[in-house]
């Protein structure tokens, strides 16, 4: 590809191919880009001593980032930060050995020391990931999205899914993600106690320095919801300046009330539970607050079932 090739085509129309070299192109100028070997590669970005890790996969940046471009570099670019992201280009859990190569160098380097701050970013299959070379940057703060603890069948058996990597070893280097964030500094793992196998993973991670953050009604992938909020980008930003804590969170994640799926899905399990009278109640205060058709023709269903029991809704306060 010529350099104003890769300068002016829409990263939409690239081949996963010239997509790459793009990416390296920008690597390149700003810092380095290096394969390591088929299926991950390293894209690093050098501005300041604090640095944002994020692991993420191809399809979820060609699909979901702007630009086609990192999570992690546009959380950093804008505040002349640091930016290393891992890229996965199928689902490897990051089980690699030139992965594992690549953070012995780091360490060996001492890379992580040049940085004040360090923040690890990664969601389900990522989110293990993130977990498990976190211990390679002690006292980095640690941020999960639904994670993996491992894909072990004598630990995690229990899980159905993913039965294809079983034949990866989980067992070696880097293995089981909750002991490899012992030597980090705070960790979170966001997720849905709804979703029962993510659930199941979370309790895993449960140690002393570790924060549970059970976002019910979420859904199945956190980190995709975190983003379509819109406040993922200030949850790693305000890691990476020491701010972030669970109360921060909480205040953040109050977006929800305006996330459409996350509704949704809390009418279908109040719907599910049979508790027609708090449905109702939830359908009101959307529309009230949204352009929410679907909402609105629920509503009307549920008042006329209610009233056929002899139940109205309580009138609304005025503001």
């Not at 992580?112 to 980095?140: I, K, Q």
């Not at 002393?208 to 406040?231: F, Q």
Request: one cysteine or more.
């Amino acid at each position: 590809m010529q350099d104003n090739e890769a300068k002016t085509a829409d990263p939409r129309s690239l081949s996963d191919a010239d997509w790459f070299a793009r990416l390296e192109e920008i690597g390149d100028e700003a810092g380095y880009f290096q394969w390591l070997g088929r299926n991950h590669a390293a894209f690093f970005l050098d501005e300041s001593p604090t640095l944002i890790v994020t692991f993420e996969t191809a399809a979820s940046i060609r699909q979901g980032q702007p630009g086609q471009l990192p999570l992690g570099y546009h959380v950093a670019k804008g505040r002349g930060w640091s930016h290393l992201c891992l890229i996965a280009r199928t689902e490897t859990w990051y089980r690699d050995p030139a992965v594992f190569a690549y953070f012995d160098r780091l360490v060996d380097d001492a890379f992580f020391e040049d940085f004040d701050r360090v923040v690890f970013w990664g969601n389900g299959m990522a989110g293990y990931a993130a977990a498990a070379f976190s211990v390679t940057a002690p006292g980095a703060t640690v941020i999960l999205g639904a994670p993996q603890a491992t894909l072990d069948p004598r630990i995690a058996g229990w899980d159905p899914r993913h039965l294809e990597m079983r034949r990866i070893s989980f067992t070696d280097r880097y293995g089981f993600a909750p002991d490899m964030t012992e030597g980090a500094g705070p960790v979170y793992v966001i997720f849905d106690p709804e979703q029962n196998l993510d659930a199941m993973h979370a309790a895993l991670f449960a140690r002393p320095h570790v924060t549970l953050l059970p976002c019910r009604n979420l859904g199945r992938d956190v980190g995709e919801a975190l983003d379509h909020m819109r406040i993922l980008p200030s949850v790693l930003a305000a890691a990476a300046t020491g701010a972030f804590d669970e109360r921060l969170f909480r205040t953040f994640y109050r977006t929800r009330r305006n996330y459409r799926p996350y509704l949704r899905n809390l009418l279908a399990r109040l719907d599910q539970d049979g508790r027609a009278l708090l449905a109702a109640l939830l359908c009101r205060n959307v529309i009230g607050r949204l352009d929410a058709p679907k909402f609105k023709t629920r509503l009307e269903q549920l008042e006329s079932q209610l009233a056929a029991a002899g139940v109205k809704l309580p009138p609304l306060h005025p503001r």
